[in-house]
């Protein structure tokens, strides 16, 4: 299985950089790593997906370790409406694509 | 674009009775899913469809069924509705090649109670 391992619940400051960390020991190197969140009773959204270079856009930044088995989400200024659950998901072969409980982020303001 | 559209909000049901959830999207995604997400969990995947007339079981598809028969359409069925089917259930979709899959947009959810 392509599982992932997130802490449970994070807190951050309004304004300061939030950093998401993910374990995913079993990936193998074809394996995407994609980064989504879920604002309050809402369907899940892309935040950004990476497979082993570090990458940017609007939302967020990814960074993924040089052995690719932990990849750390990085918002760079937390907002309120950042408050969500992030989750990480590791792309297995064979459409394997599962979301585990995620980390939720707190904003205070 | 309205983008994956969901229908009904909410929904209850009696033991036994059956329904169709019903999902479409306008963006002429190829790739179409059906996710449930219970109490403080992750979603889990039931069905997927990589085009129209083609479907595959995902994470947990007992007590459900799916068909395809147009690229907008993905309707998911219950049959006999139990208790442990009380979940919101989301549809999305993507535009996928080669077997990965891509940027997923996810509708807005239908939660159903089983009485």
């Known amino acids: 299985d392509a599982k992932t391992t997130q802490p449970n619940s994070m807190e951050s400051n309004e304004e300061e950089p939030v950093h998401l960390p993910c374990n995913h020991s079993t990936i193998s190197g074809t394996d995407y790593i994609h980064w989504y969140r879920q604002l309050p009773s809402q369907g899940p959204e892309y935040v950004i997906h990476?497979?082993?270079s570090n990458v940017n856009n609007r939302m967020a930044s990814l960074a993924i370790a040089e052995d690719r088995k932990s990849s750390t989400l990085i918002l760079h200024r937390a907002t309120l409406r950042d408050a969500a659950v992030y989750y990480c998901?590791?792309?297995?072969?064979?459409?394997?694509?599962?979301f585990g409980k995620g980390t939720r982020l707190l904003v205070k303001p | 674009n309205a983008g994956v559209t969901q229908t009904p909000k909410f929904r209850i049901l009696k033991i036994g009775q059956s329904m169709t959830l019903q999902c479409a999207q306008d963006?002429?995604?190829?790739?179409m899913y059906w996710y449930r997400q219970d109490p403080g969990m992750g979603l889990k995947l039931i069905y997927y469809?990589?085009?129209?007339?083609?479907?595959d079981k995902g994470e947990v598809p007992n007590g459900y069924n799916v068909s395809r028969s147009t690229t907008e359409d993905f309707p998911l069925r219950l049959e006999l509705a139990a208790p442990s089917q009380t979940s919101v259930y989301f549809c999305a979709s993507s535009y996928s090649l080669a077997g990965r899959t891509d940027t997923q947009y996810f509708g807005p959810g239908t939660r159903l109670t089983v009485l």
């Open positions: 963006m002429n995604h190829n790739y």
């Open positions: 998901i590791h792309e297995g072969q064979g459409f394997s694509f599962i």
């Open positions: 469809s990589v085009g129209a007339g083609i479907t």
């Open positions: 990476g497979l082993t």
